[in-house]
């Protein structure tokens, strides 16, 4: 599962490092500046996440369970939600895109929850 989530991390920070170059170069003339934002929002959470999902991997290594793959699997929802999300509202401006948002930070949060708790209960069953 490791292998899976750095896998996914790479990926996903390859993805975040496109839309990134995308945003700035080829929809900078295109959007309204609060959608370009809006859009480099997504690229940035989805970076974040990508390097989080390394830290999952690398910490399935030492600490493996359910907690550890609940992290890595709630950090994937929540780029796709979170970052989908924010992505397809600047391009479309479909505004009730915006509710979909909220709920792939709350998969984020998820995620590092997750994360803390498997770290914790592998440190203790040391």
Partial sequence: M?????LAGA??????????AFGA??????????????????????????????????????WPGMPMRAAGLLFIGGTLVFSGSLYLLALTGARWL???????????LAGW?????GIAKGGLAQ
């Fill in 98 to 108: 915006g509710a979909l948002t909220p709920l792939g930070g709350l998969l984020f």
């Fill in 11 to 20: 990926l996903s920070a390859f993805i975040a490092v496109a839309a990134g």
């Fill in 25 to 62: 170069h080829a929809l900078r003339a295109r959007l309204a500046p609060d959608l370009l934002t809006v859009f480099e929002t997504g690229a940035r959470y989805q970076m974040y996440h990508a390097l989080a999902l390394f830290a999952v991997a690398w910490a399935s290594n030492h």
């Fill in 2 to 6: 490791d292998r899976a989530f750095a």
């Fill in 113 to 117: 929850l997750a994360l803390a708790t």
